[in-house]
């Protein structure tokens, strides 16, 4: 479907256009007014993207709410838009995070807040128009750009380590990059433009494909991370400020995990097809290594960034089982991760706010003074178990569901997630939250306020409703899952 308003655009461009605002206008001398003019940014950047949603038919596989226009004309590239079911649920999960990041950094953020607040708008907009791109110069412009907000956002309000992770996670990700932009130019040259839906029916020879998806997966097993480029996610959770880890977690490594849906498959079936058992492999290790690696940290933060990379090994494999309910428990998965992933990183940031430490051994006893706040968090954290009711559980189930349907053994290793999850989420609880006080700023601690409350209530509402009623999303994202299942059995080997 077309619309006559422009809800793509808007939600892309409004909180780009108040970021710059903000860039230009605001100063430390009115951090109020900065405050106040970004949550009217991130609110109205929400609206077009609730709209889409509304919007949205659910029972057609094709592109909606398109938008083209010429943009570049002598290549043949345009500024074009749409959604389907594959991409539509992250346009609104998108601006949902960027409101929550903003309210997280309210009271927190007390140095350079306009250019705090302007990073995260501005980066808000980039990454909705990674979903929505139909154009392939267009999104690997939109991909690239999304960089330079984070790199920002970590190296100036980080911690104490803060250029070195940020650096890091600027030199992996355009590295892994720079052959995806010779794959995107060999494509546009066989197809004679950056159409990203032309590209999906370009009949291509098995080593012309094999090439093509290898060029994709360095650029997007690093933003997934896949293992074994993954080790640039836990320095820059540890260093980011909390909504960076927020947004991070939230949105930012569903881009690469996005990218194999729209590119890596569609373009390259026969190669997705013959290397599926090594990505698998890949996603196994990921699941179960890292949940390992997760049982041994000592930093909350950085368990919980080991745990999102074994939660994201589960969406890689629902992908390459190709089949109805492995995909669609990958998307679930991606989705209910934005939520359940951002939360688990306020509940740390709320406590850093506090103590300013990150070091499990470093609490005890939080319940006896923060007992409003251990129930959140134990909320969370059993979310992050994969507790049934909870969004955690339905991406899970259905991805190993999808596993049985193609291999009894390989369900059974992703299964251990569960075993694994609960292990190390549980561990950490118990050593934060329960026992005696030991510590005497633990003692001194103070229960959540009124804006951690309603910003940790909301995102339990968004989990708790994904747990019980995941129909409105399976619904939206069956015909487009089903379309790309049948384009992908297709061989487009000339």
């Known amino acids: 479907m077309s619309s006559g308003f422009s809800y793509l655009s808007a939600a892309i461009?409004?909180?780009?256009?108040?970021?710059?605002?903000?860039?230009a206008f605001g100063s430390d001398r009115n951090r109020g007014v900065v405050r106040g003019v970004a949550l009217a940014g991130a609110l109205l950047g929400l609206l077009p993207a609730l709209a889409v949603v509304l919007g949205f038919d659910a029972a057609s596989?094709?592109?909606?709410?398109?938008?083209?226009?010429?943009?570049?004309?002598?290549?043949?590239?345009h500024y074009h838009l749409g959604v389907d079911g594959l991409s539509m649920w992250f346009v609104p999960l998108t601006g949902f995070i960027t409101v929550i990041v903003v309210i997280a950094g309210w009271e927190v953020i007390e140095d350079r807040v306009a250019q705090y607040m302007a990073s995260f708008l501005i980066l808000s907009g980039l990454m909705v128009g990674v979903?929505?791109?139909?154009?392939?110069?267009?999104?690997?412009?939109?991909?690239?750009?999304?960089?330079?907000p984070m790199y920002i956002i970590i190296g100036v309000w980080g911690g104490p380590n803060r250029v070195y992770a940020a650096f890091k996670f600027f030199l992996y990700t355009l590295m892994g990059s720079l052959l995806t932009l010779v794959a995107l130019v060999f494509l546009f040259l066989k197809a004679g433009s950056f159409s990203i839906l032309d590209w999906h029916q370009l009949p291509l020879s098995m080593n012309e494909q094999t090439l093509i998806f290898f060029a994709f997966l360095f650029a997007f097993a690093v933003k997934v991370p896949m293992w074994p480029v993954h080790t640039w996610l836990p320095d820059a959770h540890v260093e980011a400020p909390t909504g960076g880890s927020v947004v991070l977690a939230a949105i930012m490594l569903k881009l690469g995990a996005y990218g194999f849906l729209r590119f890596s498959l569609p373009i390259a079936?026969?190669?997705?097809?013959?290397?599926?058992?090594?990505?698998?492999?890949?996603?196994?290790?990921?699941?179960?290594?890292?949940?390992?690696?997760?049982?041994?940290?000592?930093?909350?933060?950085?368990?919980?960034?080991?745990?999102?990379?074994?939660?994201?090994g589960f969406v890689t494999l629902?992908?390459?089982?190709?089949?109805?309910?492995?995909?669609?428990?990958?998307?679930?998965?991606?989705?209910?991760?934005?939520?359940?992933?951002?939360?688990?990183?306020?509940?740390?940031?709320?406590?850093?706010?506090?103590?300013?430490?990150?070091?499990?051994?470093?609490?005890?006893?939080?319940?006896?003074?923060?007992?409003?706040?251990?129930?959140?968090f134990l909320f969370f954290t059993m979310?992050?178990?994969?507790?049934?009711?909870?969004?955690?559980?339905?991406?899970?189930?259905?991805?190993?569901?999808?596993?049985?349907?193609?291999?009894?053994?390989i369900a059974f290793a992703a299964a251990s997630t569960l075993i694994l999850g609960a292990a190390y989420s549980l561990w950490m609880y118990k050593r934060v939250v329960f026992g005696a006080v030991a510590n005497e700023h633990v003692a001194a601690l103070?229960?959540?306020?009124?804006?951690?409350?309603?910003?940790?209530?909301?995102?339990?509402?968004?989990?708790?409703w994904m747990g019980l009623y995941p129909k409105p999303v399976t619904d939206s994202t069956?015909?487009?899952?089903?379309?790309?299942?049948?384009?992908?059995?297709?061989?487009?080997i000339k």
Request: glycine share 8%.
């Open 13 to 23: 461009w409004i909180p780009i256009l108040v970021g710059g605002f903000l860039l």
């Open 446 to 464: 103070t229960d959540v306020n009124r804006r951690e409350f309603w910003m940790l209530a909301v995102l339990a509402a968004a989990v708790l």
């Open 61 to 77: 596989s094709s592109m909606q709410f398109v938008e083209k226009m010429p943009w570049i004309e002598r290549f043949s590239a």
């Open 131 to 148: 979903f929505s791109a139909l154009d392939g110069l267009l999104f690997y412009v939109f991909f690239e750009a999304t960089l330079i």
């Open 383 to 409: 979310a992050n178990c994969g507790l049934p009711a909870t969004s955690g559980f339905v991406g899970e189930f259905l991805v190993i569901l999808g596993a049985v349907q193609f291999n009894f053994w």
């Open 269 to 312: 079936p026969d190669a997705s097809h013959a290397l599926s058992g090594f990505m698998i492999t890949l996603s196994l290790i990921a699941v179960v290594y890292i949940g390992l690696v997760a049982l041994v940290q000592t930093d909350m933060k950085k368990l919980v960034a080991y745990s999102s990379i074994a939660h994201m």
């Open 318 to 376: 629902g992908f390459f089982m190709f089949n109805q309910l492995g995909v669609q428990g990958a998307i679930m998965q991606m989705i209910s991760h934005g939520f359940i992933s951002g939360a688990m990183f306020l509940c740390i940031g709320v406590l850093y706010d506090r103590m300013h430490s990150r070091r499990i051994a470093d609490y005890g006893g939080v319940v006896n003074t923060m007992p409003l706040f251990a129930a959140f």
């Open 478 to 492: 069956d015909a487009s899952v089903a379309a790309l299942l049948k384009h992908v059995s297709v061989s487009k």
